[in-house]
């Protein structure tokens, strides 16, 4: 039977094994939940890169540059990382560099694997209908924070395992307790959440609508996949 198995921070990942597996990276505050409604407003691709001069440099090649540092937008970039500075039809066909403080830094920890993709509650069913669409296992890999673990990312996992239950066998206890903790949560999600110590750092910078956004189940029926260096949107549960 396939497994699904949870790495609750990238500090973690040298313990998990997951070349031959397809990998659902996952920051739901707030990069991936950023990228999937960048790619639903129809941006070409999404080129994550380790530190703003990587991305400062992409920009001379005629890239968008977007991002992050300590939650605050960077300066000289054309775009922070709200999802609501993405909702924007002028970067229809635009390639994006994209570099924020943990969930481009978790892409790129795991570009060994056989696939990769976005997980945001945004895109939450489109994600499981993918995953069991493959013949593969799953690894979902949190984001967390500077290699701590978050509230956010983990009831993410869990609602995704969830969702994936019947068809795939729990590899390990992160992902028995990150389902035990979202079915716990999912009542008020909103209210679980706001305990947590990104949404209360993010609220320091007024930036309350995006937890709301970023909770949102399925708003999108996309899926963003990892390929040579670069994320591109795919449109359906297609087998890679
Ligand atoms: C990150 O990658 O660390 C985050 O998305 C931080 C943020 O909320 O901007």
């Not at 993918?130 to 690894?139: E, P, T």
Request: hydrophobic residues 40%; glycine residues 8%; negative net charge.
């Amino acid at each position: 039977m396939r497994t699904i198995s949870t790495c609750l921070s990238p500090q973690l990942l040298p313990l998990h094994s997951f070349e031959d597996k397809t990998v659902v990276v996952v920051d739901i505050l707030r990069a991936t939940s950023s990228m999937i409604t960048a790619f639903a407003y129809d941006v070409a691709s999404i080129t994550p890169v380790p530190t703003l001069a990587d991305c400062r440099m992409l920009k001379e090649q005629g890239y968008i540059t977007a991002g992050e540092r300590g939650g605050q937008k960077v300066s000289g970039f054309d775009l922070g990382n709200s999802p609501y500075e993405f909702m924007d039809h002028q970067l229809n066909g635009k390639d994006l560099a994209f570099t924020t403080t943990n969930g481009s830094q978790a892409i790129l920890s795991v570009t060994d694997a056989h696939t990769i993709v976005l997980g945001s509650f945004l895109n939450l069913s489109a994600t499981a209908d993918f995953l069991l669409a493959q013949n593969g296992s799953v690894l979902i890999l949190c984001a967390g924070w500077k290699g701590k673990f978050n509230i956010e990312d983990t009831l993410y996992a869990g609602a995704l395992a969830d969702l994936l239950q019947n068809e795939f066998a729990f590899e390990d206890d992160a992902t028995l307790a990150s389902q035990s903790l979202y079915q716990f949560a999912a009542p008020d999600l909103m209210g679980f959440l706001k305990k947590g110590s990104h949404p209360r750092r993010l609220a320091g910078f007024e930036n309350h609508q995006d937890m709301e956004f970023c909770i949102q189940r399925d708003k999108f029926q996309l899926n963003a996949i990892f390929r040579e260096g670069k994320l591109f949107r795919l449109e359906q549960t297609s087998i890679i």
